[in-house]
Nanobody, 123 residues
Framework: QLQASGGGLVQAGGSLRLSCAASGRTFSVYAMGWFRQAPGKEREFVGATSWSASNIRYADYPDSVKGRFTISRDHAKNTVYLQMNSLKPEDTAVYYC???????????????WGQGTQVTVSS
């Protein structure tokens, strides 16, 4: 089971740190990904980390999160974090964490999903 938390309302330029706490199985061996879905849009990849955190990838679309968002994981706490800085209104979305056998940038390889946490960035 994955439990995402840490979302909220923040002004543009602000920061939030999302957490994804895993329970019920050994998620430490899984790759963990973050996705987001804005109203009326497809769920899109934000970033992901391999189980060892030796390989971390971020979305590479225009106006990307790269350089603003940072993924980390704490195996002792079975938790993955998404630190989001310099937030923009276009970052507004429901953010989901997911676990899969290997790092992937698409949704399909991720088998387990959290319930999502709302992030709203006001201008």
């Amino acid at each position: 089971q994955l439990q995402a938390s840490g979302g909220g309302l923040v002004q543009a330029g602000g920061s939030l740190r999302l957490s994804c706490a895993a329970s019920g199985r050994t998620f430490s061996v899984y790759a963990m990904g973050w996705f987001r879905q804005a109203p009326g849009k497809e769920r899109e990849f934000v970033g992901a980390t391999s189980w060892s955190a030796s390989n971390i990838r971020y979305a590479d679309y225009p106006d990307s999160v790269k350089g603003r968002f940072t993924i980390s994981r704490d195996h002792a706490k079975n938790t993955v974090y998404l630190q989001m800085n310099s937030l923009k209104p276009e970052d507004t979305a429901v953010y989901y964490c997911a676990a899969g056998a290997s790092l992937a940038t698409t949704r399909e390889p991720y088998r387990y999903w959290g319930q999502g946490t709302q992030v709203t960035v006001s201008s």
